[in-house]
């Protein structure tokens, strides 16, 4: 039977208009997919557990007993340390969607949007959290207990803490310098003293950074109930000089690598070079009271945390 010419372009049309459909369908499961991963991305705060896990493996390359660059477990350490950070920062998120969705910053995170489930963070969260510190026991059982005590305290003790008091920022502090212990402790099986300076400077750090962060969102935060900066009257002299104080405390803290022999001379220059800078922007804030001045603290305690590590590292004595 022969096909007349209409027939052939129907059939013609239907096959493209089937390879269109399908190319669409095909097209629309990327989106997903993509968008489904740029949530993960969001929920785990990709950036901030990179800085985390980063200041834990400088830590761990820092430890006398590493002699050099073992690439297998250097990957394998950054993976577990990724995991359990993201799955506090997943437990952060679920924790706050309520008071996340009330600010602009955070509105957009998946489970304050409504996009991604709370079981499903849930899932992630325990997932993650379970094989990040199983990960970390390949190291030793310390690494493994330091970094799920670092994970309960922040997601379920500094979290809730943030609407009852200011003194989270201290209770944070904690986990917060735990990543240099952890490294440390993979890489030399214990507490020695090096991992205690480690602790030291990020812990001291920490404020200046954090009240930073704290006085630019203040109205945000506020607005949620969060309770972050020292004053209960908000950005005052009183929180500017705090952030003044816990930065000249950087200054002694900042000899003791070279004191102990973590590091050489280099390291100790610059690392003192640097906390000298994040005092001036610190001195800067309290002169100024606004909320440049405070961004420059920000942007400076960023670039402080890696300048700091990696001149330790550079002049590491072996």
Excluded at 73 to 92: D, E, K, P, R, Y
Excluded at 168 to 174: N, R
């Amino acid at each position: 039977m022969l096909l007349c010419p209409d027939a052939d372009q129907g059939i013609s049309l239907k096959k493209n208009t089937d390879n269109m459909s399908a190319e669409t369908v095909k097209q629309s499961s990327s989106f997903k997919f993509a968008g489904k991963m740029q949530d993960y991305k969001l929920l785990i705060k990709f950036n901030l557990s990179f800085m985390v896990v980063f200041s834990a493996l400088i830590s761990y390359l820092l430890a006398p007993k590493v002699k050099e660059y073992d690439w297998a477990s250097i990957i394998l350490f950054f993976v577990g340390g990724m995991l359990v950070t993201g799955s506090a920062n997943t437990i952060n998120q679920i924790v706050e969607k309520d008071t996340d969705a009330l600010m602009k910053r955070t509105a957009g995170r998946p489970v304050a949007s409504g996009r991604m489930s709370t079981g499903e963070a849930w899932a992630f969260a325990v997932i993650s959290g379970i094989a990040g510190t199983l990960i970390l026991w390949h190291f030793n059982l310390l690494t493994a207990v330091l970094a799920a005590f670092s994970l309960f305290v922040y997601a379920f003790i500094y979290t809730p803490l943030k609407k009852v008091s200011s003194i989270s920022v201290l209770v944070g502090a904690i986990p917060g310098s735990l990543p240099c212990l952890i490294g440390w402790a993979a890489g030399n099986d214990d507490l020695s003293v090096g991992g205690w300076v480690l602790f030291a400077l990020q812990f001291f750090w920490q404020f200046p950074h954090f009240w930073a962060i704290a006085w630019i969102a203040h109205k945000d935060y506020t607005a949620a109930g969060f309770k972050l900066l020292p004053s209960n009257e908000g950005p005052t002299k009183y929180s500017a000089i705090q952030a003044v104080i816990y930065s000249l405390l950087l200054l002694p803290v900042g000899i003791l690598p070279y004191l102990v022999g973590m590091s050489g001379i280099l390291g100790l220059v610059i690392v003192l070079i640097a906390n000298g800078l994040m005092v001036w922007q610190c001195v800067r804030l309290y002169r100024e009271m606004t909320v440049k001045a405070a961004r420059r603290v920000m942007f400076g305690s960023y670039i402080y945390l890696p300048v700091v590590l990696l001149a330790l590292l550079a002049s590491k004595i072996s």
